[in-house]
């Protein structure tokens, strides 16, 4: 079951990339290079994964969370760090709200990995979510005809 990665990146080679390595997996890939294009895209679409760069120029990586978490609530998101200015650590005010978090420089092995992990673990939430409703539907049912 192909799923939606919205991929968020002003990074043309890192756009690239993404689309080089998870094109072969099957799910629907989305591009933007800014918030507002990406507000755009999800307003189209309801992706299942959001990879975005947390360093993206003109919004703070907590507001972007809070935009992506209202537009698409059930979305896991994995935030991409840069390594250049040395050890990484995530910032706690934010990191709450990630599935994951990814390391510049990319590594394809990792990207999939955690590709596929996340998709797996929403698949299983989804089903969940699903039936629980039917749980509570059934349960409404046979409590009415009671």
């Known amino acids: 079951m192909?799923?939606?990665?919205?991929?968020?990146?002003?990074?043309?080679s890192n756009q690239q990339k993404m689309f080089n390595w998870?094109?072969?997996?099957?799910?629907?890939?989305?591009f933007?290079?800014?918030?507002?294009?990406?507000m755009k895209?999800?307003?189209?679409?309801?992706?299942?994964l959001v990879i975005f760069?947390?360093?993206?120029?003109?919004?703070s990586t907590q507001k972007l969370i809070?935009?992506?978490?209202s537009r698409a609530p059930l979305a896991k998101l994995i935030a991409i760090l840069s390594a250049t200015g040395g050890p990484v650590r995530p910032n706690p005010?934010?990191?709450?709200?990630?599935?994951?978090?990814?390391i510049e420089p990319l590594s394809q092995e990792e990207v999939l990995i955690n590709v596929?992990?996340?998709l797996r673990l929403q698949r299983l939430s989804m089903e969940n979510y699903y039936l629980r409703e039917e749980l509570a539907f059934s349960t409404l049912a046979t409590h009415w005809h009671s």
Request: zero cysteines.
């Open 66 to 69: 809070n935009k992506l978490q």
């Open 22 to 30: 998870l094109r072969p997996t099957g799910n629907r890939l989305s």
């Open 2 to 12: 192909a799923s939606t990665i919205l991929i968020i990146d002003d990074s043309p």
């Open 32 to 38: 933007a290079k800014d918030h507002h294009s990406a």
């Open 53 to 59: 760069s947390a360093e993206l120029p003109g919004v």
């Open 93 to 102: 005010e934010f990191a709450q709200h990630i599935s994951d978090f990814l």
């Open 116 to 118: 596929s992990q996340l």
């Open 41 to 48: 895209i999800l307003r189209r679409e309801q992706p299942q």
